[in-house]
């Protein structure tokens, strides 16, 4: 996988973490697949569906598997299901190397943050795991705003926090909600083709 760069005056970044920084994405749907059939789901969950809500927090990602297919969940139980068993998975979690590369490279350069849809002991944990916790020291979730991605919130906390002004912030993502947003806070993005779809 080659990263195609934008040019410009670039002055921090800003990283997606499932499927951008770590391939968890495969994992995660998994545990999503487990868990969804644990609340009632009677089919195998839908692939495409799963990853085109990429970035999203993980209870509205519940709640629009329940609607999609017409069931009526617990969203806290399937979240914390679903995050129980994704941990037990965190072992088979490998990085994304072009884009950790990339990320190595800026270290010491300009500031940089990850922004990500998952809970926050999750990320940080996933981060710490894969030996790239002390690159983020700015890590953003949905715990930290109203409204989670394609919502900007989370980049512009993670801008300000940075101390870089959005329009000087270039974000790496992988799914469509976080091009989204990137494109709300008035930030270019680099998209990151962890997964042929």
């Known amino acids: 996988m080659k990263l195609h760069i934008p040019p410009g005056d670039f002055a921090g970044y800003i990283f997606d973490c499932d499927g951008t920084l770590v391939d968890t994405m495969p994992l995660h749907f998994r545990a999503w697949d487990k868990a969804m ?4 789901l009677k089919e195998g969950l839908s692939e495409e569906l799963f990853y085109s809500l990429g970035g999203m927090p993980t209870r509205m990602v519940a709640q629009t598997f329940a609607e999609h297919y017409g069931i009526t969940i617990d ?3 399937i979240f ?3 995050e129980e068993m994704f941990l037990e998975m965190q072992t088979e979690m490998k990085v994304i ?15 940089m943050s990850v922004a990500s849809g998952g809970p926050k002991p999750v990320v940080k944990k996933t981060l710490e795991l894969m030996g790239i916790a002390d690159l983020f020291p700015v890590v953003v979730t949905p715990e930290d705003v109203t409204h989670g991605k394609p919502s900007p919130e989370m980049f512009l906390l993670a801008a300000k926090l940075m101390g870089v002004p959005p329009e000087k912030c270039l974000v790496f993502e992988d799914a469509k909600p976080g091009f989204d947003a990137a494109i709300a806070a008035g930030m270019q993005y680099v998209v990151v083709l962890s997964r042929v779809v």
């Open 80 to 82: 914390h299901q679903k």
């Open 97 to 111: 190397k072009p884009v950790v590369d990339f990320a190595r490279k800026m270290q010491g350069r300009a500031p």
């Open 75 to 77: 969203a806290d139980l």
């Open 37 to 40: 059939r644990l609340a009632g």
